[in-house]
């Protein structure tokens, strides 16, 4: 029998570790010039370098080097003075050197913090998560495998390597132990890698796009009994690619945990494959232990020793923090408290403030993207931001309404529309003849033709009887097809019932 | 110095798995022997530095070697994979990985 969560967290107390994985936006390669570009055909984007040929050397991309040290400011980390680079030595066609070259004991950036908020059975509360280090390292190659279970390592035949991705910087943020929790761990490491997100997107150094793999997090979760003080074996969970997978994830693995430390037996220290589908995890490859990787340090790159004057100059052009930008539009915008949560959990602040900013008001702005366009993504399972109307499409569907050229209700379709690929606002409207009836004499026929046809209701209209005018109102909306303005439509319909 | 340094056939075993190679029996006894011999000669690099000369990773003392993030030409495709033994649709084409997991 399948435990339920309540019950697993009545007994047990998760410990969390996140690590996330950020590919970052530079023009190049960590370690050569070769291009980054999403997508670009199979091996297009490698060289010497990248491809591990001998006598190649590496060079280290400056920016990279900015980008990482700005993630660690963002994320109140110190800089360490003189940091290292590493080889992490293994056997796996994805790096054709048969190493990567990342950082160990030396990363560039360490001990930092962020908080994060999560709604509460007493509100919200604020949980602090902390940052063990932020290290630089390259990206691996892209792996196809042919024949057996489609695309599945498990009974593939063999296996093409794309190494455009190999070498790509990628910067690992890695945090302590996350305990204290309680039956929060899943919202909390949900909203960890969001604040993370928001942050790394602030700061502009990766498209941090988990479906495209640009942000990606691999889920350390341990169970012990409440009280034990101690920490359970852990299982490490990869290919976490939505922010819902992430809590899926580890309130999966807490369950399956649960499930057998409940039978008496042992959990495994193993990685496992996040399953988008059925929300379940499938065991990996065993895990290689930290000495099995044979670390050592890399012979043909110098040290980094970035400039205290330098650091103090990119954490003083810092953006500002997501948090503090949310409580700045909140007051702005004057939203209550309840609906910006709703904003942030909803994904929808950067696309509220860029539809305000090309012209829209903020409360109707606000009411599209968490109204009707969350209830579309919601209905196609997608994140509001991955839904395909722009903020700049919703801007102009407002100006429409205001100018009386849309009705709510016409607006509506027309969302659908764009969402549906059918053009931008302006050429669906085009190619469905969509327009509010504004012409008084025809709304007036189709107001007498309502009350031909339902003398009773309009009876009880003209006695005063006001509710009855919504039958009369609909059908008038019928007759023209729903684009006339209602509003418009009850006015002159009372009018013509002596009632106005 | 020699015969200071003892590796035993159990982690030439575990050497051998991670390096992805077959190795029988006679074989990690021989090589367990090998390995031995190995290590002991590159132990009296140890000697020459003392207490006093700090551990480096590097032969100058040199840091922040870096290139701005500008785009160089890659290679072709064809070119990249010209010295492939396999390839298959502009990628490399490897054995199967990770048999045992098969």
Known sequence: ?500 | MAGKSRISRDEVARIAALARITLGDDELTHLAGQIDGILDAVAVVQEAAGTDVPAMSHPLEISNVTRPDLIRPSLTPEEALSGAPASEESRFRVPQILGEEA
């Open chain 1, 1 to 500: 029998m399948a435990l339920s969560y309540d019950d697993v967290v009545a007994r047990y107390e998760p410990s969390l570790g996140l690590e996330v994985h950020v590919e970052l936006n530079t023009e190049t390669k960590m370690f050569c010039g070769c291009a980054t570009v999403f997508g670009a055909p199979p091996n297009t984007q490698t060289c010497p370098v990248c491809l591990g040929m001998p006598g190649a050397l590496p060079m280290v991309n400056e920016k990279a080097i900015e980008s990482t040290i700005r993630i660690g400011l963002a994320l109140n980390c110190a800089i360490t003075p003189k940091s290292r680079f590493a080889r992490k030595n293994y056997f796996y066609p994805d790096m054709p050197k048969n190493f990567q070259i990342s950082q160990y004991d030396e990363p560039i950036c360490t001990n930092g913090y962020l908080d994060v908020e999560v709604e509460t059975d007493e509100g919200a509360k604020t949980f602090r998560i902390e940052i063990e280090r932020v290290h630089m390292e390259e990206d691996t190659g892209k792996s196809l495998h042919v024949g057996g279970a489609t695309g599945r390592i498990h009974g593939a035949e063999y296996s093409l390597l794309d190494y455009n991705r190999a070498g790509i910087p990628l910067v690992e943020i890695v945090t302590k132990v996350v305990s204290s929790t309680g039956k929060y761990a899943p919202e909390v490491a949900k909203a960890y890698v969001k604040e993370l997100r928001d942050i790394l997107r602030s700061l502009g150094v990766s498209d941090v796009k988990m479906e495209q793999g640009s942000l990606r997090c691999d889920a350390n979760v341990s169970l012990a009994p409440i009280g034990s003080g101690k920490l359970g074996t852990r299982s490490e969970t990869k290919n976490v690619n939505s922010l819902r997978s992430v809590e899926r994830a580890v309130r999966g693995e807490m369950i399956r945990h649960a499930g057998l430390l409940d039978k008496g037996e042992r959990v495994v220290q193993e990685t496992r494959h996040f399953q988008e589908d059925t929300g379940a995890t499938r065991s990996g490859r065993s895990k290689e232990q930290a000495e099995d990787y044979r670390y050592f340090p890399e012979p043909d790159l110098t040290p980094v020793a970035p400039d205290a004057t330098w650091i103090e100059k990119l954490r003083s052009e810092l953006p500002e923090k997501p948090s503090v930008r949310r409580a700045r539009l909140q007051a702005l915008w004057q939203v209550p408290d309840k609906e910006m949560a709703a904003m942030v959990n909803a994904g929808a602040v950067d696309l509220v403030e860029e539809t305000v900013a090309l012209g829209a008001d903020p409360t109707k702005a606000r009411g599209w993207w968490l109204g009707e366009i969350s209830r579309l993504a919601n209905e196609a399972e997608v994140e509001l931001s991955s839904v395909s109307i722009s903020p700049k499409e919703v801007a102009r569907i407002v100006e429409l309404i205001g100018a009386g050229e849309l009705t709510d209700k016409l607006a509506r379709q027309v969302v659908a529309a764009v969402i549906a690929g059918e053009g931008d606002p302006d050429s669906v409207i085009a190619a469905k003849g969509i327009k509010v009836v504004s012409d008084e004499s025809s709304l007036i026929a189709a107001i007498e033709k309502a009350i031909a046809d339902q003398p009773e209701t309009a009876e009880k209209v003209r006695n005063g009887h006001l509710p009855a005018a919504g039958a009369l109102i609909g059908a008038v909306m019928k007759e023209t097809k729903g684009q006339a303005d209602a509003a418009r439509v009850r006015e002159l319909l009372l009018g013509q019932l002596g009632q106005a």
